[in-house]
Nanobody, 122 residues
Framework: VQLVESGGGLVQPGGSLRLSCTAS????????MGWFRQAPGKEREGVSC????????YYADSVKGRFTISRDNTKNTLYLQMNSVKPEDTAMYYC????????????????WGQGTQVTVSS
């Protein structure tokens, strides 16, 4: 299984960014998929998770209303649209397979990407 994130970078506060995660070696359309993040000196936290069918999703309170998770099962790709970003969104963002549709730090999940860095700064 390989998960490859892309789309990170430097963005100004209030700006937008779209992250992508392309999966291979995984029955993508049968797996819940999620985004997690970890800032320096902080524990990893769950950001969002979307059901395998795309019909249900979970968001952490800190990103609700600003971030949108989506997936394209025909392309084996997961997305995270990040709008109105804040400096506190600065972190390494990881995608992972098998997330639950409630808050999780990701402990116990088997498949992870290598991460993409998001930095929010003026």
């Amino acid at each position: 299984v390989q998960l490859v994130e892309s789309g990170g970078g430097l963005v100004q506060p209030g700006g937008s960014l779209r992250l992508s995660c392309t999966a291979s070696g995984l029955t993508f359309d049968a797996a819940n998929m999620g985004w997690f993040r970890q800032a320096p000196g902080k524990e990893r936290e769950g950001v969002s998770c979307i059901r395998w069918s795309g019909g249900t999703s979970y968001y952490a309170d800190s990103v609700k209303g600003r971030f949108t998770i989506s997936r394209d099962n025909t392309k084996n790709t997961l997305y995270l649209q990040m709008n109105s970003v804040k400096p506190e969104d600065t972190a390494m963002y990881y995608c992972a397979a098998g997330c639950p549709l409630y808050y999780s730090s990701g402990n116990g999940l088997k498949y992870w990407g290598q991460g993409t860095q998001v930095t929010v700064s003026s």
